[in-house]
């Protein structure tokens, strides 16, 4: 087994990234994350603001899918400033984002 392999087990696999640009602003955009933690889904969600150097980052939300019931289903715009999360079992979480992009809460599921 190669070092990269022992490395990639250990790290928990491949990171696959997902983003989605806020509904009529193209400074901000809805970013998840998944990976996994041995055999545990993992997802992250973040906003990102403005661009590149001065983009800021901001974590709304993470869920570990340990229990079906923490699994990330769906994160969404449903608005430019509002993002709703919602989880296999139907849980919703809503969060809402000021004019800087920093969100007025942050869901943890699963932890």
Do not use: C, K
Not at 17 to 35: F, I
Not at 68 to 95: C, F, K, Q, S, Y
């Amino acid at each position: 087994m190669s070092l990269a392999t022992v490395l990639a087990l250990l790290d928990g696999g491949q990171e696959q990234t997902r983003s989605l640009a806020a509904p009529g602003r193209d400074d901000r955009r809805l970013v998840v994350e998944e990976g996994s933690a041995m055999i545990d889904p993992l997802w992250y969600v973040y906003v990102h603001q403005g661009s590149w150097p001065w983009e800021r980052r901001w974590a709304v939300g993470s869920f570990n899918g340990d229990a079906t019931d923490n699994e990330l289903r769906e994160a969404v715009w449903t608005a430019p400033d509002r993002i709703r999360m919602t989880t296999e079992e139907g849980a919703v979480h809503e969060v809402t984002l000021d004019s800087g992009g920093r969100p007025d809460r942050i869901v943890s599921a699963g932890w």
